[in-house]
């Protein structure tokens, strides 16, 4: 054991290492060439060959680190002016903010669009001039913030603009931009000004949410918003015929259409997720091509009894394929090894049970599939059949899987037997009928869907901190005690409604590479970024699943390709720089009037917990020691309520 984690931790101190020394010279380099590009340099003075920008007593004036990487460049009002050097910035990999606001830059737009990694731009207040390409934001689809007001830029606003799937804010005020508006309005925005432009024709009905204000100071432009109506002549010349009679259902406006048709298609894009898993279980032949993405294998839905004896879809799978191969190698099933019993409370069984037990494709996901399938002796089981999972070897394996097949705690799911073979291993799990989280705040619409209100969402909150709280406690020595906390891995106990963790653990037996794969954890920012994993990835992962729970939002962090789903880590941020908090909250739960602000100190939690600089997120027991003074407000009937509903 002391030699895995050895290896885990020199494994990770090695990727560390390595960046931190190639990293920050390169990043020394490309600052002082930017510096060059730069007119009236003053304020830089601290910028030096002999010195690092991020190490030592004195970091550079304006520049943000992050473990020793430059992040971002903070230069606002610094007096600079001159030909930004973009080429030098594009040599800072880990850049993702740029602030030159209220300098004195003049002329075109430089070349920013070639940092495709850049999240954040403020070029406020200088006299930048000139029109910008329509196509210029096009590879820069990790924008959230772009602020472009206060310059002189004329022409057309770019049409790109409407492209970037996770813009927040945009703000284009006080320029000189004219003609009609861009169709955008994506709904991660949530500030927006183009006041004192020179736009005309009518506001797009997508950004019907911002008022007046953002709008003031533009002749031409009509709509509610500037109380001007928009006459024939803008109803002629819009070719979409957009205008129309509001009264008129049959006769929507285009605009609400293409809004309508985004709903549509996020939510198929929701509906594929969940929905895969039904696919799956019809074509079990092609199981491994879909849902990969949003979807784990630990995802169990509930499958109508009925469904499961009347179609004779009972075929065998997973341990019966391994089977055929065996033999095909000449040995018997007897020789494959055994099933392992790590946790006999659900009774013992061998492989022969697995193989004769009929299967049932669940569904599929990064670090494998998962079936469901009969015991002889009556036990629902789930079998997840896992890729890879060779970073220790067998006896390593054995010793990791005994050791979770020893916890028990009310909110953790512990795995009843494994089976081992280097190509694939089989983990065997008690089958919860109720399902995921997941499958319950967004697969599901039905009336006990109605129920999952205020208290039963706190509860389930809780309880996944305190098996959160006992992992960190009984796993202390792993990187990521849990390591793939998601909605999907967190299942709900039909009896009490406690939340049950599963797929925790593994991290001592997933290598790096496929964790970041296919574990969440991996997915925190500082994994993502410096490949920095610790405790604090599973703080993030947390906070993920309480802005999710609070908001009734398919988090976009679940996904890997970053289309579809919210931005919940953004929106939330957006939401409380504004005192915009109660907007957030999933409807179903918003009308508990009495507990808003308990429910906007969770969502407080949540943000803590999702905060991009790990040292700035508390560690887990802070987190905990927080989520638990949450109370149901109000009255303690709805507790009562709440008992009953789960008790069916
Ligand atoms: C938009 O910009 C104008 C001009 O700078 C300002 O007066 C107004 O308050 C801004 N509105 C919003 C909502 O930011
Ligand atoms: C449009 O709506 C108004 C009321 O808002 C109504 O008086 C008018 O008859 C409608 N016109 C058409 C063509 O439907």
Same mark, same amino acid.
């Given at each position: ?9 020199? *494994? ?19 600052? *002082? ?114 602020? !472009? ?42 500030? !927006? ?64 259409? =293409? ?5 549509? *298609? ?5 509906? *594929? ?80 049970? !697995? ?105 389930? =909150? ?15 020595? !792993? ?170």
């Amino acid at each position: 054991m002391a030699a895995v984690r050895f290896l885990c931790q020199s *494994l990770f101190l090695f990727f560390s290492l390595s960046r931190l020394a190639l990293g920050s010279s390169s990043d020394v380099e490309a600052l *002082l060439k930017l510096k060059k590009s730069f007119v009236n340099t003053k304020a830089l003075d601290s910028w030096t060959t002999d010195s690092f920008p991020c190490t030592g007593n004195t970091p550079w004036a304006g520049v943000v680190c992050f473990n020793g990487f430059v992040t971002g460049l903070r230069l606002a009002s610094m007096g600079l002016s001159g030909n930004i050097d973009t080429e030098a910035l594009n040599e800072i990999p880990g850049l993702r903010t740029l602030n030159f606001k209220n300098n004195a830059f003049t002329g075109p737009i430089p070349a920013f669009n070639r940092l495709i990694a850049l999240k954040v731009i403020y070029l406020s207040g200088n006299r930048f001039s000139g029109g910008i390409p329509s196509n210029y934001f096009l590879n820069m689809d990790s924008l959230k913030k772009v602020w !472009l007001s206060g310059n002189e830029f004329t022409g057309k606003i770019p049409e790109s603009l409407a492209k970037l799937s996770h813009l927040i804010e945009l703000h284009l005020e006080d320029n000189h931009f004219s003609g009609h508006i861009p169709d955008i309005g994506q709904p991660s925005l949530v500030s !927006l000004n183009m006041s004192n432009n020179k736009l005309e024709g009518e506001i797009p009905a997508s950004l019907s949410k911002f008022g007046s204000s953002c709008f003031a100071g533009n002749g031409g432009l009509c709509g509610s918003q500037v109380g001007k109506k928009c006459g024939v002549d803008a109803m002629a010349e819009d070719s979409i015929g957009a205008i129309s009679n509001r009264s008129n259902p049959n006769n929507a406006p285009e605009h609400n259409n =293409v809004a309508a048709a985004a709903l549509t *298609l996020v939510m198929v894009v929701l509906l *594929l997720g969940v929905g895969a898993i039904f696919i799956l279980r019809k074509r079990e032949d092609k199981f491994n091509v879909l849902g990969r993405e949003n979807l784990d294998h630990a995802v169990e839905v509930h499958v109508p009894s009925s469904v499961h004896s009347k179609k004779g879809d009972s075929v065998r799978r997973g341990a019966d394929s391994s089977s055929k191969r065996g033999s095909q190698n000449g040995k018997s099933a007897a020789s494959m090894g055994e099933l392992v019993i790590v946790n006999d409370e659900k009774g013992v069984f061998g492989l022969p049970d !697995l193989m004769k037990a009929a299967a049932e494709v669940l569904g599929t996901g990064g670090l494998g599939s998962a079936y469901k399938a009969v015991m002889s002796n009556g036990v629902t089981v789930v079998v997840k059949r896992m890729k890879d999972m060779n970073r220790v070897g067998k006896d390593g394996f054995d010793m990791e899987m005994r050791r979770i097949g020893g916890l028990r705690h009310p909110n953790v799911l512990t795995p009843l037997a494994y089976y081992y073979r280097k190509e694939e291993k089989l983990l065997v799990y008690e089958y919860i009928n109720k399902g995921s989280l997941l499958y319950l705040l967004h697969g599901d619409r039905g009336p006990s869907h109605a129920e999952f209100n205020w208290p039963a969402r706190l509860k389930i =909150v809780q309880g996944i901190a305190r098996g959160m709280g006992y992992l960190h406690t009984e796993l202390a020595s !792993l990187d990521l005690p849990h390591g793939n906390l998601k909605s999907s891995n967190i299942l709900l106990n039909p009896n009490d409604g406690e939340p049950l963790l599963s797929d925790y653990g593994f991290c001592a037996v997933v290598s790096p590479t496929q964790g970041a794969q296919a574990m969440f954890a991996y997915k925190a920012p500082e994994s993502l970024q410096y490949r920095h994993v610790s405790p604090k990835c599973d703080v993030y992962c947390l906070g993920i699943v309480i802005l999710e729970i609070l908001t009734g939002k398919f988090p976009c962090q679940y996904l890997n390709n970053g289309k579809g789903g919210t931005d919940v880590v953004e929106w939330v941020l957006s939401a409380m720089s504004e005192k915009r908090e109660r907007e957030l909250f999933d409807p179903e739960i918003a009308s508990a009037t009495n507990s808003l602000g308990e429910m906007e100190r969770l969502l407080h939690i949540g943000a803590a917990c999702t905060e991009s600089v790990p040292e700035q997120r508390p560690d887990m027991k802070e987190a905990i020691r927080r989520i638990e003074e949450v109370q149901v407000e109000g009255s303690n009937n709805e507790g009562g309520g709440l008992q009953s509903q789960w008790m069916v």
